[in-house]
């Protein structure tokens, strides 16, 4: 049994994307001394995997309703977007960098640091509250 920290929907104009979400510590360091991913980081990367794995060999079960026994992701693609979000900026290395962007271009999972997290969040907030303003002008 597989359990996913969450998973969220996107739907731009392409259509609805499901994005499987992995959560781990602030704390956690994601590089080892030898800059290669650490084992923790690559259990989280593992955890994606899996996820489409089961979401691949369940395929109806994953976007059935949930009162027919279903999991409600609805038109969930199997090679769905994942995020890690683990560890903070200040650790992450030139070298690591290019690990990322490495596992990013190769099995479309984005690892981001929670300041980078926050930085969007906060980004977003302001977009909207200024949008909001605009519109009770």
Do not use: M
């Amino acid at each position: 049994s597989y359990e996913a920290d969450f998973f969220c929907l996107d739907i731009p104009s392409a259509g609805k994307q499901w994005i499987g979400v992995e959560i781990e510590s602030p704390g956690l360091p994601v590089v080892t001394k030898a800059g290669r991913k650490s084992a923790k980081l690559e259990h989280a990367l593992q955890q994606i995997r899996d996820w489409r794995a089961w979401v691949r060999e369940n395929l109806s079960t994953a976007r059935g309703v949930p009162q027919n026994g279903g999991v409600g992701l609805e038109d969930i693609d199997p090679n769905f977007l994942g995020f890690v979000i683990v560890g903070r900026r200040a650790t992450f290395t030139d070298k690591f960098n290019e690990l990322r962007r490495q596992v990013e271009h190769d099995e479309r999972i984005f690892i981001r640091s929670w300041d980078g997290i926050l930085d969007w969040a906060s980004t977003r907030a302001t977009h909207w509250f200024q949008h909001a303003k605009r519109l009770k002008q």
